[in-house]
């Protein structure tokens, strides 16, 4: 997969260099940093959404944890309306607990099955966020070349953003 990339740096917006384990990301919070970094999540982008989950001074929230910041299920029609390809996160790309007893990660069941939005979690987006700072721009050539697994349903992958 290649195409547009946008980081959306949401700690950065909020004044911050991560967001606490378990806090939601709205859609509002995507409107702003839009608006911030002078760009427009637009149709067959690849969004990556920095949450500060690797960031190097960050002590607590490490390692196995059922908390994770991400977005939240209200995200889902910002997401549709913007027709984004690809979602990718430095956490699961939800937010952890969801809020919601019977739908533990409501993106990634609405974003696959119901969207056909192909999903990259776990990503870690800081040396990324720092270009994107010191560059002062947030849209990039993003590649990402995951192994194809027959009936496989998930891969390793790590993308490149070229400036």
């Known amino acids: ?20 384990p378990g806090e939601p990301v709205y859609p509002e919070d995507l409107d702003a940093a839009e608006r911030a970094q002078g760009v427009v999540v637009d149709e067959g982008d690849i969004l990556l959404v920095r949450t500060g ?33 690809v979602l990718g996160g430095d956490g699961v790309n939800d937010v952890s607990p969801s809020g919601f007893a019977s739908v533990r990660l409501p993106i990634h069941t609405v974003a696959i099955v119901a969207m056909g939005v192909h999903l990259l979690d776990n990503q870690d987006l800081e040396a990324l966020a720092t270009a994107c700072q010191r ?9 990402v070349a995951p192994l194809y697994l027959e009936r496989g349903t998930g891969s390793p992958a790590t993308g490149l953003a070229m400036f």
Do not use: C
């Open 1 to 20: 997969m290649s195409g547009r990339g946008v980081l959306l740096d949401i700690p950065r917006l909020k004044g911050r260099d991560w967001l606490d």
């Open 53 to 85: 989950r690797f960031h190097p001074g960050k002590t607590e929230g490490r390692g196995a944890t059922d908390a994770l910041a991400g977005l939240h299920a209200a995200a889902l029609p910002w997401l549709h309306q913007r027709r984004v390809a």
């Open 135 to 143: 560059l002062n721009r947030h849209t990039f050539f993003y590649v």
